[in-house]
């Protein structure tokens, strides 16, 4: 069992940064991020691989996110730059434990989830 705590959400104007971290209880093939909007479909942002430097964004955030890792203190961390009110979303750590489908977008792929931190982008 992976337990993921997410912290750094709030409120912000648009064009402004935030940085949201995951922390892990244990050690797994990839963490992901992910949103969910007022009325919106849950999607996919950013996912990282914990053995290298593998990452994966969404169209939608390239060039204005940054996802990273520090594996001695198992915490994952997703820059948020350039925000944009269409940012706003309830943001989600998820956790793949084996791997097995690689690197993936796909939400069903991985097997743990945090609580999620709100992130509020202002007009």
């Known amino acids: 069992q992976v337990q993921l705590v997410e912290s750094g959400g709030g409120l912000v104007q648009s064009g402004g940064s935030l940085r949201l971290s995951c922390v892990a209880s244990?050690?797994?093939?990839?963490m992901g991020w992910f949103r969910q909007a007022p009325g919106k479909e849950r999607e996919f942002v950013a996912a990282?691989?914990?053995?290298?430097?593998?990452?994966l964004y969404a169209d939608s955030v390239k060039g204005r996110f940054t996802i990273s890792r520090d594996s001695a203190k198992n915490t994952v961390y997703l820059q948020m730059n350039s925000l944009k009110p269409e940012d706003t979303a309830v943001y989600y750590c998820?956790?793949?434990?084996?791997?097995?489908?690689?690197?993936?977008?796909?939400?069903?792929?991985?097997?743990?989830w945090g609580q999620g931190t709100q992130v509020t982008v202002s007009s």
């Open positions: 990282i691989t914990w053995s290298d430097v593998r990452t």
């Open positions: 244990g050690r797994t093939y990839a």
């Open positions: 998820a956790a793949d434990r084996r791997g097995g489908w690689g690197l993936s977008r796909i939400s069903f792929v991985y097997e743990y």
